[in-house]
């Protein structure tokens, strides 16, 4: 039984070992840096950069991206659904793929809504 192991952790090795290997031989490739003082700084189109790079965003930015985020993995799990409901209506089971479905969707929406209402979508 332990045999069957035996690839996983062949293949968990090469996948720990092909970025340190990879790392180790760019470092041996790569010519040696030459740059030194205003080569070294960063700049944007040519201009001097005018703050620091690590600014603060604002909360909204991640509730933003959250919902994309959210909104994203429902579509992953909406096309696999999709693509099988036609087999489901066949075998007499489309009913309660549709109120399945039916669901998931109404819990996104509601969560959506309470967003809404909270004011967190609002940029002002």
Do not use: N
Request: proline share 6%.
């Amino acid at each position: 039984m332990q045999s069957a192991y035996i690839p996983v952790l062949i293949y968990a090795a090469l996948v720990m070992a092909f970025p340190a290997v990879t790392l180790v031989l760019a470092k041996f490739i790569r010519p040696a840096s030459t740059s030194f003082g205003a080569k070294l700084k960063p700049y944007e189109c040519g201009i001097p950069p005018e703050s620091d790079a690590r600014g603060r965003y604002s909360v909204r930015f991640f509730i933003v991206a959250m919902l994309f985020v959210i909104f994203d993995v429902e579509t992953m799990f909406l096309i696999p659904w999709a693509i099988l409901y036609k087999g489901w209506v066949a075998a007499h089971q489309g009913l309660f793929a549709l109120v399945s479905m039916v669901l998931f969707l109404g819990i996104l929406l509601v969560g959506y809504l309470w967003l809404y209402k909270k004011g967190a979508l609002e940029w002002a």
